[in-house]
């Protein structure tokens, strides 16, 4: 969120003088997105995990702050909630073998927080939603006692004015409320962040967005919250209710929402992706730095732009554009939509999948855009993650009219080449992209994903257990197969 927050009560004069900054800075973005040569470079690769801690019986386990009270590694950071926490891998080139480096990263990562957690009787899991959380898990003491997180959670509810309400249709249907935003602290997911030159920002983020929902529906590995089986990636429900903002009874125009698919296809690039979440959304976190970005940028610095950032961070696209001051500052598409596991070896298949595509597509995209309104996007995005594999997307045709139905295996089968391409053209090694896409190939052979895998295993146990105790024994063995670190389409399928 670019500055470490440590107040959580502001004035009016700190609204007043951070939007004054917000501006500031956009004037200041815009200048430095011109100059020649900024931000070029070769593409990078890095990613967030986050994972829900458990306890000997599989339960939710409120003990991040402890664990990172043990850890030296800068690497790990507190979430939300407190029985999450979260792992920051180093950026690594795109060339040679990248995702079998961020297969390494994620095994050395789980690994290592599995060692902290086991001294106090934890573990770590690497899945979308934890299933077996309870109502009870997600009230207002579920919150990390952190002034950042007590400022956001103050922020939201002043808002609303009312409970915030979760809805989801799906196998069992759920309503369900809560007076703080822990419900959001439900979701762990695996971020990825592409470095991309600024003259490229425009074509590379409508790519992924218009193949984003193909990746998720192939991830999906979210099918359970609070007992009820509900959509194949029930966090891009939760995520958007969890914290929306906006007052239930709307006026007869609909504020948008901060968290979502977006408005439609960017036109110029990274810029008006950052005008716009300040021209849209009023601040929730008015933290000013010690030093003025106008200051910064008139003695010849590179501004940090850290109030920009913090703003940014509290408008969550699910796809969203990344200003970086280090290395001599450039941009990043941050891919937020793809769950967490189900193991080390399905998540970095998963990035090659995403971000092949991109790059294989990105040729294409003047061709695309103009027969494939954003609409359709914005649809297949809730139908990937309502039924994943057996969703029917659409697609844009080059024979008019377009767009065309097509179900998501077949549409993902068409993609691997194109995703192959992409990857060796990016420098990545055909070995490498092989054997990345190979995990893909299989999910799509046999229908099996972690979602797929998880109704499956519940529902056999619950043919001999109640639906809590079903929930407990199909997560120890959903453990115990990730351990081993194959991919899920080669775990058991049977209790």
């Known amino acids: 969120m670019g500055l470490a927050i440590d107040k959580e009560e502001f004035e009016d004069q700190d609204y007043f003088h951070f939007a004054e900054r917000l501006q500031q800075s956009l004037r200041i973005l815009d200048e430095l997105l011109s100059r020649p040569g900024f931000g070029e470079g070769p593409p990078t690769l890095g990613a967030e995990l986050e994972l829900p801690i458990i306890d000997k019986t599989g339960q939710a386990f409120p003990i991040n702050r402890s664990l990172l009270a043990q850890s030296a590694d800068s690497s790990l950071q507190l979430e939300l909630d407190r029985f999450n926490i979260e792992y920051n891998t180093a950026p690594v080139a795109m060339s040679g073998c990248p995702f079998s480096t961020l297969q390494t990263q994620l095994t050395d990562a789980i690994s290592n927080i599995n060692e902290l957690a086991a001294a106090q009787g934890g573990r770590v899991v690497p899945i979308g939603i934890l299933p077996t959380l309870s109502e009870a898990d997600l009230q207002s003491q579920a919150l990390t006692d952190l002034p950042r997180y007590r400022a956001l959670s103050w922020a939201l509810r002043h808002q609303r004015h009312a409970p915030f309400e979760v809805r989801i249709d799906g196998k069992e249907p759920l309503t369900i409320t809560c007076n703080d935003v822990t419900m959001e602290g439900a979701n762990t997911s695996l971020q990825l962040h592409l470095r991309v030159p600024p003259h490229e920002f425009a074509n590379q983020y409508n790519i992924a967005q218009l193949v984003t929902p193909i990746a998720v529906g192939v991830a999906a590995n979210s099918p359970i919250f609070v007992g009820h089986q509900l959509w194949d990636e029930t966090r891009i429900a939760l ?79 699910w796809n969203r554009a990344i200003y970086d001051p280090s290395s001599d500052g450039h941009l ?35 061709h695309l855009l103009p027969i494939f309104p954003f609409d359709y996007t914005h649809r297949n995005f809730y139908r990937a993650a309502q039924v994943g594999l057996d969703a029917q997307l659409l697609w844009p045709s080059q024979t008019p009219p377009s767009p065309c139905e097509i179900p998501l295996r077949e549409l993902a089968r068409t993609m691997l080449p194109v995703a192959k391409q992409g990857l060796c053209e990016a420098g990545v090694t055909e070995q490498e992209a092989e054997r990345m896409l190979g995990v893909i190939h299989r999910r799509l052979d046999t229908g099996i994903n972690g979602a797929t895998w998880q109704r499956e295993l519940l529902n056999q146990f619950e043919q001999r257990l109640p639906r809590r105790e079903a929930l407990a024994a199909m997560l120890e063995r959903y453990l115990i197969k990730s351990h081993e670190g194959q991919p899920v389409t080669e775990w058991s399928h049977t209790s």
């Open 332 to 366: 990043r598409i941050e891919l937020r939509a793809l769950p967490s596991g189900p193991t080390p070896m399905d998540m970095a298949a998963n990035a090659a999948f995403l971000i092949g595509m991109i790059l294989g597509l990105r040729p294409q995209v003047q």
């Open 239 to 317: 995520f958007k209710q969890a914290i929306d903002y906006r007052p239930p009874h709307e006026k007869d125009w609909s504020q948008p929402a901060r968290v979502s698919y977006g408005n439609g296809w960017i036109r110029d690039g990274a810029y008006e992706m950052f005008a716009e979440a300040v021209g849209l959304f009023p601040p929730l976190l008015p933290f000013l730095s010690d030093s003025s970005p106008m200051e910064s940028h008139r003695d010849g610095k590179l501004p940090a732009l850290e109030e920009l950032r913090l703003h940014q961070g509290t408008v969550w696209r």
